[in-house]
């Protein structure tokens, strides 16, 4: 008589090596959107300087709400899952849920660094160029 460990292992292994399999697509579906969220947030970027930190004060002050959301929907249903009978499975669901909700939000904030360093080098590279027209006409 063979044990219920040994006849359910093929099965597990089976399932293990389906998720498996599955996760990398996944993973690379969620680089495609946020790699399109990037180049959303590229071409909304303003284009003079001027108006560029105040967009970026209010880019980042929403990605700090949408943060602070994430985190207060995982803090409810983590609650919640404690009141279920599956609550493993439950609090799993919960943090892939935010995981996915901050990882997004995360790109968005390299971003909006990224846009930032960018335009700090165009400017000073714009101000060492005009420094050096200067020197060079005397």
Known sequence: RYSADVIHRPVLIL?????????????AEQRAQAEQAAELLRAEAPASSAALAPWLAQQRARVAQARSVAQTRYET?????WRRFAVNDCL??????????LSELRQQELTLNEIERQRRTA?????????QRGAGGR
Do not use: G, I, V, W
């Not at 249903?77 to 899952?81: K, R």
């Not at 799993?92 to 909700?101: F, P």
């Open 15 to 27: 399932l293990a090596s389906a998720l498996a399999a599955c996760a990398p697509l996944h993973s």
């Open 77 to 81: 249903e983590e609650t919640a899952c």
């Open 92 to 101: 799993r669901s919960a943090r892939l849920e935010r995981r996915a909700a």
């Open 123 to 131: 400017e000073r590279l714009r101000q060492l160029d005009e420094k």
